[in-house]
């Protein structure tokens, strides 16, 4: 299980609110949090394990929907032809 841990000094909670909603899928509750950092490095920590847990809950892709999204991928066209300066040579 992740978790986001700071200090007193670091970071003090501003406000935090939760929604709930319901479907066909089930019950889904949003939980939002805003904390006020006054200190860089501590900006720097929170957004750095928030990045962690981010990583950490994106599911890889199968092998299978890896190859349909190059399989639509479209070639870029060819490069421009080069054309040389013929001016100079002329005199």
Known sequence: ??????????AQLKTFSSATK???KGTETILKIELQ???PYALGSLLHQLSEINSQQ????????????R??????????LQITDMRE???
């Open 1 to 10: 299980m992740s978790g986001i841990y700071w200090s007193a000094d670091e």
């Open 22 to 24: 319901g479907g066909a």
């Open 58 to 69: 994106t599911v890889p892709m199968s092998a299978k929907a890896k190859k349909a999204i």
């Open 71 to 80: 399989k639509h991928v479209l070639a870029l066209p060819k490069p421009a």
């Open 89 to 91: 040579e002329r005199e």
């Open 37 to 39: 950092v006054k200190d």
